[in-house]
């Protein structure tokens, strides 16, 4: 019994502290408020945002972080983060791979690796301690929200818990991060890519010319925050009938392909629309862990080999003396 209030109290602790630590950026907005109108109007609301951010320090004890995004919601950007995270896990047996889910309106990595109803710990220095499974560390607003309940924040709040989920977490080491980032290239893409060095943008996709105009905004953008983007993932790319076998492009054909041409990107990789994927995610099973040997997990695999080798050579930005 001790034990349980023992851990019930941790996680109450936890809650408050970081619900206490999101209510400083309302005085931030006045600050920033107060800034645009000492600029004469010159600055955009945005622009002062971007002036007080700080400065790009890397995570503690994390080498590499890549983020997984899309212009566009509903193409599968949470399934590939979480396969591509397990993926470089499968490729590369050495490395230390976490995920944090940085999509604070739908958070969806909870359910996917199976951690729904799980709360983090504080570690004796007072941060928060990933939660673990299939050997990835995750962090997730899931996990500190009750998983029906819904997240009514200003863009200044998003901001404010994007960067506690960075830099108040015990995430090193890693050798991996990847950041499942919300659609759009709104306040969250924004404060990610000027608050740490990001190794490279993964950009997800379908085939159809609606999404792949939302695809090329999102790469642009990260272009234009000097964030390398690493390529684009063409999702649901062929439906495989399970009863016959034909091949029907339902989403249309090879349009992400045509898109990364005409940008000078490459094309990572093709995965197929198949319910194995989405019943697996639902389950909390990814494809990659609960069928490796499937068509499907080794489409992840082969996507996870082809972002390790076009990301750049990692260089300690403090270099020992």
């Known amino acids: ?6 851990v019930c109290s941790s996680q109450c602790l936890l809650q408050i502290r970081l619900l206490f630590r999101l209510k400083r950026c309302f005085s931030q907005h006045l600050v920033l408020q107060q800034q645009a109108g000492r600029d004469g109007g010159n600055s955009t609301p945005g622009q002062a945002a971007v002036k007080a951010l700080p400065k790009k320090w890397p995570i503690a004890g994390v080498k590499q972080v890549i983020l997984v995004a899309s212009g566009k919601g509903g193409v599968g950007k949470s399934t590939t983060a979480v396969n591509l995270a397990l993926g470089i896990g499968a490729v590369k047996r050495s490395a230390s791979v976490g995920l ?81 980032m919300p659609p759009g290239t709104g306040d969250a893409q924004l404060s990610m890519s000027q608050l740490i060095p990001i190794s490279g943008a993964v950009i997800v996709s379908t085939p159809q010319d609606i999404a792949l105009l939302d695809a090329r905004k999102g790469a642009e953008m990260f ?99």
Request: glycine share 8%; proline share 9%.
């Open 1 to 6: 019994m001790g034990k349980q209030l023992s």
């Open 100 to 180: 944090l889910d940085a999509d604070v309106y739908g958070p969806s990595i909870p359910r996917m690796m199976n951690l729904s109803g799980k709360q983090p710990e504080l570690t004796k220095n007072n941060l928060i301690k990933p939660l673990q499974n299939f050997g990835i560390s995750c962090m997730s607003m899931g996990f500190l929200v009750d998983e029906k309940a819904p997240i009514v924040w200003r863009g200044l709040m998003v901001m404010s818990a994007i960067q506690r989920l960075v830099r108040q977490v015990a995430w090193g080491p890693l050798d991996y991060l990847i950041v499942d």
């Open 223 to 321: 272009k234009k925050v000097d964030v390398p983007v690493l390529g684009i993932v063409q999702n649901m790319s062929v439906f495989h009938c399970p009863n016959c076998g034909h091949q029907s492009h339902i989403f249309g054909h090879d349009g992400a392909t045509a898109t990364a041409n005409d940008m000078g990107l490459d094309i990572l990789g093709d995965i197929p629309l198949h319910i194995s994927i989405r019943e697996s995610s639902d389950n909390g099973r990814p494809i990659t862990v609960s069928d490796p040997s499937s068509p499907q997990a080794v489409a992840y695999r082969q996507l996870a080999q082809k972002v390790l080798e076009k990301l750049p050579e990692y260089k300690d930005p403090i270099p020992p003396s």
